[in-house]
DNA sequence: ACTATTGTTCGACAATCGTTAAATTACAAC
DNA sequence: GTTGTAATTTAACGATTGTCGAACAATAGT
């Protein structure tokens, strides 16, 4: 597993978004009203989650929307689980 | 979710060590040597990984002992299959 | 006591990260 | 065209992080 997917989880904010994408597709604009961060911080999390395939993307017109990429989130969930002693 | 717990799973020497950790508890020595770090470094990710419970410690003489804290993990896997959109 | 082994603590350093301000791009409505 | 909104890019900053060497502490065996 690259840790790079685990950097990406390892930001308060970054969580955060993943806990609204998590309530559905949501814009940029949207998913800022609920941070206290800039417009150009957002843009920078929202490449970091893109980047290790955390969620995905869609755009229309001028805006972008975002959702949680399900899959992904299990096979970290799998990898976590796969660290345990396998009882030998 | 503290995000100290992802921060301490985005390193690949310590997702190495709690591999060894998942077949079964190792002395700090015998972890050195699977691992190109040097003694204060290892100590570093040992403490790193005590301070968000992902592994137990145990002292016998001059040997200090790890073993993986497997509730933990189940703990951080729920976390993750949890942010999943609830079918709504 | 001396030596060897195991492990921690303390500085210090380079690299990475989160953040912002500023400038830029893209699209829509007027 | 101009204006306004949405989003990205760049450069710079402070803070955090992984690493090591050096010194230190604790236990074991001679």
């Given amino acids: 597993m690259d840790t790079e997917i685990f ?10 978004i993943l ?7 949501s814009s940029a604009c949207e ?3 609920n941070l206290n961060i ?3 911080t957002l843009s920078h ?4 989650l893109q980047s290790v395939e955390l969620i ?8 972008t929307y975002y ?9 970290i969930s799998e990898f976590i ?3 345990k002693p396998s009882k030998a």
């Fill in 45 to 48: 999390h929202m490449k970091v």
């Fill in 19 to 25: 806990g609204i994408l998590g309530s559905g597709e």
């Fill in 67 to 75: 959702s949680l990429n399900g899959s992904k989130l299990d096979e």
């Fill in 38 to 40: 800039s417009q150009p």
């Fill in 31 to 33: 998913i800022l009203k």
């Fill in 81 to 83: 689980i796969g660290l």
């Fill in 56 to 63: 995905n993307v869609r755009k229309s017109g001028q805006w």
């Fill in 7 to 16: 950097k990406a989880l390892s930001d308060d904010n970054r969580l955060r």
